[in-house]
């Protein structure tokens, strides 16, 4: 692990996955999850990248941006994937807070050098149809602001089929996670030097 971590810092082709437990395998076995699928991919298609999973589950935009500068400062990475929001429009926090936050990280993450991967998120329209359009305008504001590529939806194909989500349907089970990939890697790929 320790050598591992070395080889990280000292390279300029790490990855770093960064979000809730959409990303973090939650109620799956890691190596189901579409990070471990998407390590499995690059490495059968010859990219010579280390995928540096620091999801976590329950994430909000406030708690990533306090653990974010450690995360930049110990893997260096070439590429950071920002997948964060979901938490916050799910506990109905307010937007203006999610998005300053959301900016921060996409601004501390181009700092250390990375180019910055925006995965959009969507929620379900329980918490209103004004908060659920105003959060789901959140990332293509983001995006277009920082001049970011975006995953429009990580649960595109995915969210509305029952069959291919845990039983709390807010998770997807590990059937959805090959089709998240899917979701994230047309936008990823351009990022990539073989």
């Not at 300029?12 to 190596?31: E, K, M, N, W």
């Not at 306090?66 to 929001?85: D, K």
Request: aromatic letters at 6%; proline letters at 8%.
């Amino acid at each position: 692990m320790f050598i591992a971590l070395q080889n990280a810092v000292a390279s300029d082709r790490t990855i770093l996955v960064f979000g809730d437990s959409l990303s973090a395998a939650h109620g799956i076995r890691p190596q189901e999850g579409w990070v471990a699928l998407l390590t499995q991919r690059l490495q059968s298609q010859g990219y010579g990248y280390q995928v540096v999973n620091a999801s976590v589950s329950g994430e909000t935009t406030g708690g990533g941006l306090e653990r974010l500068p450690r995360a930049l400062q110990l893997h260096h990475p070439a590429i950071v994937v920002l997948e964060l929001g979901a938490n916050d429009g799910l506990r109905g926090l307010p937007l203006e807070d999610a998005r300053a936050n959301l900016a921060r990280m996409v601004r501390l993450s181009q700092a250390g050098g990375a180019r910055v991967l925006l995965a959009g998120m969507r929620l379900p329209p329980n918490l209103g149809p004004r908060y659920t359009e105003q959060f789901a305008h959140v990332f293509p504001e983001l995006a277009n602001q920082y001049h970011l590529p975006l995953v429009p939806f990580l649960l595109d194909k995915v969210a509305l089929n029952p069959e291919l989500m845990q039983e709390d349907g807010l998770h997807p089970d590990a059937r959805g996670e090959p089709l998240i990939l899917d979701n994230v890697w047309p936008y990823l790929k351009p990022l990539l030097n073989k």
